[in-house]
């Protein structure tokens, strides 16, 4: 059976079962010094592996195991890794700084390209930064996104243009007003981040941007309506475009139920299937959502000028666009791209993730 560490020092137990900790051992031999990564597999240990004795020492837990082996753990890396909702990959709920309506983080183009990793952060905690005086030169949102890792090509291609066209197959390339949603929810997985760069900007002054925090009316809705977030998070949508398809819930949950991914776009869901009270209690979930997404003083509304360059978590932060006059449709050119969240990960996020 396995044996439990005791903290004498604070009057409880650590929940590590022996195995555990002996799986984790830091100490060289365990883990290659240089990329971290473990130099054992599982059936390399004794499965029946116990504590024989530990004590700790200036912040340091040193454990005797029977089979021999002695580990050393920092008494803050034990400490992390207790609490179930603290750990993660930092992509969920708990490694975000959530909000209603926020003045939108910035930073110019020329500190962003001496030192990406301030803006770069903000974008992992709050899901979007907003780069100023950037070159006003197409393909500059590509050099954007390769200064910190991999441009995501689409059936768009690697660029893609955001401007009104004679015959649109989308109606982002209208003058409409586009309401709250995520782009790409019928591939999976989706593109996580999107770079959306002005060129022009509509001479009317219409075409404004719009975000919103999809975790923080996530959260709420299971606040205010947990029927409906547990509806939301667990009966599957079905999103299509063209041959592409993807069936997920609108609200993606981890398996403790921490909210890590928004999938919303009204205009690429498709019919729902299923018995009538299945049906209306997946529209009373939508609505509530939607309600929740659209209400007073969830959104940061802000206008992109020519050198504006915006970047956001596409699994998490919606984007919206008011309309704009069509007569100024030559006065109004974005371009964009997608990328991934994981490139922001590796520079600057604060959990501590196994490299796999």
């Known amino acids: 059976m396995c044996s439990f560490i005791s903290d004498t020092l604070r009057g409880m137990d650590l929940p590590f079962p022996a195995l555990w900790l002996r799986d984790n051992c830091p100490c060289p031999a365990c883990r290659d010094p240089r990329s971290g990564q473990k130099l054992h597999t599982v059936a390399d240990l004794d499965g029946e592996v116990s504590v024989a004795a530990s004590a700790e020492s200036g912040g340091t837990v040193s454990v005797h195991f029977t089979d021999g082996h002695v580990a050393r753990f920092e008494r803050d890396w034990l400490d992390r890794h207790r609490d179930v909702d603290a750990a ?166 981890d398996e403790i139920g921490r909210i890590r991914e928004i999938r919303y776009n009204n205009r690429s869901l498709q019919p729902l299937a299923g018995p009538r009270e299945g049906l209306e ?40 666009r008011t309309a704009f006059d069509p007569r100024a449709a030559a006065d109004r050119h974005l371009q964009g791209c997608y990328a991934d969240l994981d490139a922001v990960q590796w520079l600057v996020a604060r959990t501590q993730v196994a490299a796999g």
């Open 88 to 253: 993660g990959d930092g992509r969920t709920e708990t490694g975000k700084d959530l909000w209603d309506r926020v003045a939108p983080p910035e930073a110019g183009w020329a500190g962003f390209r001496a030192d990406p990793r301030p803006a770069l952060d903000a974008l992992w905690r709050t899901g979007f930064v907003l780069l100023r005086d950037t070159p006003v030169a197409p393909g500059t949102v590509l050099a954007v996104a390769r200064t910190f890792g991999h441009v995501r090509t689409t059936n768009y291609g690697e660029l893609f243009d955001v401007r009104i066209e004679r015959q649109p197959g989308n109606l982002a390339f209208t003058s409409r007003a586009i309401a709250p949603h995520t782009d790409n929810p019928y591939r999976d997985p989706v593109p996580t981040l999107q770079l959306l760069h002005c060129l022009r900007a509509a001479a009317d002054g219409g075409g404004e941007s719009g975000l919103v925090d999809g975790f923080r009316a996530a959260v709420l809705l299971r606040d205010r309506h947990p029927e409906h977030f547990a509806v939301l998070s667990r009966m599957p949508a079905t999103f299509a475009w063209g041959r592409l398809s993807a069936q997920r819930p609108m609200i993606g949950v």
């Open 281 to 320: 209690a997946f529209y009373a979930a939508y609505r509530a959502f939607d309600a929740l997404l659209n209400r007073a003083g969830a959104m940061v509304t802000f206008g992109l000028g020519p050198g504006d360059c915006v970047i956001f978590d596409n699994t998490r932060v919606l984007h919206a």
